[in-house]
Structure formats: C-alpha cells, structure tokens
C-alpha cells in the first residue's frame, strides 16, 4: 500500500515570495490534515478536510495561507506571501473517516523562509 | 485550554535499558490518548492508543496507561533497542463536531549499543 506523498520535500524561498506543496493521501482515504511543525514543537493542525470540504480551518492563516482539495483526493497548501516565522516542516497525513485519530502522515515538505 | 506536556529531551539509553517517557495532558471531557513515533527520515506513525481511562495500550513492547486521576499517559519499555532511536509524541484526540489530534512538543530518544 502507497503511503502518503507530498512534494516537494525541500524548498527554500525569500520572505514575500509565494510556495504551494502537494499532498496524495492514502487511497480511499477520505479525511485529509495539513500540519505545521515548528522547529522543537508538536505539529499544530493547520486545516482538515473531509472530502473535498473544509471542517477545520480555525488555525490556518487565511491572510496569507490557502488550500484546496479537489475532487476529494490530491491537496495543495500555499502561502503567499511568506514570512520569516513560516520556516518550519509542513506535514500531510489522511485518515479513513471511521478512524480520524490513526492519521497516516507523509514524510513532509521543510520550508526555510530566509 | 486542551494541551499536552512531554518530557523535555533528548533522553540518552544504553540499550537493554529501562524507558519511561513522561506525558500529561489537560483536556475537557473525556479525550483518547495516543503515541506517535518518528523514525529518522519518516513519517510520523501511530504506536499505541487508549481510548478511555485505566486502559492500556500496548505494541512493539511499549505501554502506556491512560491514567484520568493524574492525567498521565506515560510511555514504558523494559529493554529499549538501538532502533527504538526516534521521536516520540504524544497526543489528546479530541471529540465534539471534528475529530482532531493535539500534540505534544515530542521527546528524541537515543539508544546507544
């Protein structure tokens, strides 16, 4: 079984520039959460989404971050502009709706914001 | 609020050695516990859960006990291995509307021959 992907898993840009990351979830998997996880923190859910709805966006930063998932599979998370305090790793995990706790987390994009 | 404190680290071991990772967590209602692990160069996976208090989650050799009257959820093992070496979090699953996960700020584990 394919776990979850994402892409890219490095990328470093200037403060003000724009980044988006992909994220293909567990086949069959309905629910899909990006995290951020800050250097020596926990990752802190930034969105969730069941299909291609949106349940939790309560800590995402909508002046600067969005995200999409269409047709209920594949995910993008951009940030447009980036800030210095967005520096972290960005991580995609899927779960099945039945089990939203056992999330299968993909192996996450670093982004350095220099 | 709803939080989880671990254990600062990195906790060294020689390996066969006695673990203990300590959690605790603050929460309303009744949350399910769990264990997340992160080998080096992985993603992070699930090790162990417990869903309601004085149960005990169990894998690999690790335990942890959901305990309500401490609000603990420590991770144990008697003999770690040298691929035990990881990072360990823990984690409230909150219920309500949307499930979420609510982590801890992780524990590195090094286990040296």
């Known amino acids: 079984e394919a776990g979850v992907a994402q892409s890219p898993r490095y990328k470093i840009i200037e403060k003000r520039q724009s980044v988006a990351f992909w994220c293909n979830p567990i086949?069959?998997?309905?629910?899909l959460y990006w995290y951020q996880q800050i250097l020596g923190q926990g990752p802190k859910l930034l969105i969730q989404?069941?299909?291609?709805?949106?349940?939790?966006d309560s800590q995402l930063p909508k002046d600067r971050f969005s995200a999409e998932r269409l047709k209920g599979v594949d995910s993008t998370l951009k940030i447009q502009p980036a800030k210095l305090e967005d520096s972290a790793v960005y991580l995609c995990a899927s779960s099945l709706w039945t089990s939203p706790y056992e999330q299968y987390f993909g192996p996450g994009t670093r982004l350095t914001v220099t | 609020g709803n939080s989880v404190t671990q254990m600062e680290g990195p906790v060294t071991l020689s390996e066969e050695a006695f673990l203990t990772i300590n959690c605790t967590y603050t929460?309303?209602?009744?949350?399910?516990l769990f264990w997340y692990v992160q080998y080096p160069g992985e993603g992070l996976q699930l090790l162990l859960k417990?869903?309601?208090?004085?149960d005990k989650g169990s894998n690999k050799g690790f335990e942890a006990t959901y305990r309500k009257e401490t609000t603990s959820f420590h991770l144990e093992k008697g003999s770690v291995q040298v691929s035990d070496s990881a990072v360990y979090f823990c984690a409230l699953g909150l219920s309500g509307g949307y499930n979420k996960l609510i982590f801890g700020a992780g524990t590195r584990l090094a286990v040296h021959p």
């Open positions: 417990a869903t309601k208090a004085d």
């Open positions: 086949s069959g998997h309905a629910t």
């Open positions: 929460a309303t209602g009744y949350p399910s």
């Open positions: 989404f069941q299909n291609n709805g949106v349940v939790d």
